[in-house]
């Protein structure tokens, strides 16, 4: 190997030190166990898939999949995320079961980085997928359950934004025309480039009162007395229906107690194409970027032969520690420290004391350079040695 990639990681992958891990284990376990009290059940997906299936149906960009090849010349990826093989898995393994279909996981996704600027090619997502109801009760039970984990993890200042694609794309479609040029904006709208938005508006060849319209969509963003709003900018059927399943979905929550962490996003576009109705992320204070994200997905099923509507979300986990700012701290641990001849005993009572729950770490003294700055390292030390270099007989 060259000396040049000897300490180096390939783009966007990081390591992960026993702190954050031991952070990251304890807000899994927290999340987990508050999905399971609502009915999830937990399952894995194999890390790499087939990239015609998986690969193509995941509506992650091409370039940013990670792809190899099998011994048989199929193209493989690693999943880039969990929305897809979770439709796999239920069109196949689980085809025998009955909808709905509620399913919980946690799994690492790995997305290809261009260029290096903080963003993770690997990443740890935790999440739901509520499959085979269409229902604005299942759209509220999930997005009940992820505030719930959020703060069940330790979350305390965050909002939750919802918006529905339908009511973007019913209002651009109606305004400039076709999907093409919709589709123009919404990427603006995705990005959040709100300054691009209004230029490109400008320039298009539209009525005032379009140009209006279209503009007033940036204001839509804040409590439920937006409903209102929105209906004025919304002249097509398809358009007043999103809204008449936000406000019940509004009510709902309200019901769950929740709406002082809910605000309404009538422009918020994600990512993810195969999302077809109501769509949430969720931010804290303490970051720029959001935590987690999801929405209804209805025709993704139809792409593995068994359709149904669906819903679900996704939270990053170590965006999630970052926002609640707390690390897990350190587990108490001992050193039993042990000279060659009094080895025996020294084992038999590092096995006493784990026995009784406590972590142990058993060091043979001649292993050591500097016995003294062990002290720093373990919350006690001790010594089951003849004489140790204070020239004391073994500590007990």
Known sequence: MSKLFMFEKPLGMRDTLPELYETKKQLRTEIVNEMKQWGYQMVETPTVEYYDTIGASSAILDQQLFKLMDSQGYTLVLRPDMTAPIARLVSSSLKTEAYPIRLGYHSNLFRA??????????????????????????????????IESLKRAGLESFKLAIGHVGFVDALLVDI????????????FLYEKNYVGFRSHIKGLNLSSIDKKRLEGLLKLRGGQHLFNEAEKLAESEQGQAALRELRELWDVLEQYGLSQYI???LNLVLHMSYYTGTVFEVYSQELGVPLGSGGRYDELLQQFHRPAQ???????????????????PPER????????????????????????GEIVVLQDLAGVDNVDQMSDEYDEIIYVIGKSKRGDSAHE
């Open 263 to 265: 605000t309404i996003d």
């Open 113 to 146: 980085q261009q260029h290096e600027g903080g963003r993770p090619a690997e990443f740890e997502q935790i999440g739901v997928e509520l499959i085979g109801d269409g229902t604005v009760s299942a759209d509220a039970e999930t997005i009940a359950l992820m």
């Open 310 to 328: 669906a819903i679900g979300f996704g939270v990053r986990l170590d965006l999630l520690a970052e926002a609640i700012g707390q690390t897990v």
């Open 333 to 356: 641990r001992q050193c039993v420290i042990f000279s060659r001849e009094r080895r025996n005993e020294a084992i038999e009572r590092a096995q006493k004391l784990r026995s009784e």
């Open 176 to 187: 400039v025309g076709n999907k093409e040029r919709a589709d123009l904006l919404r990427r």
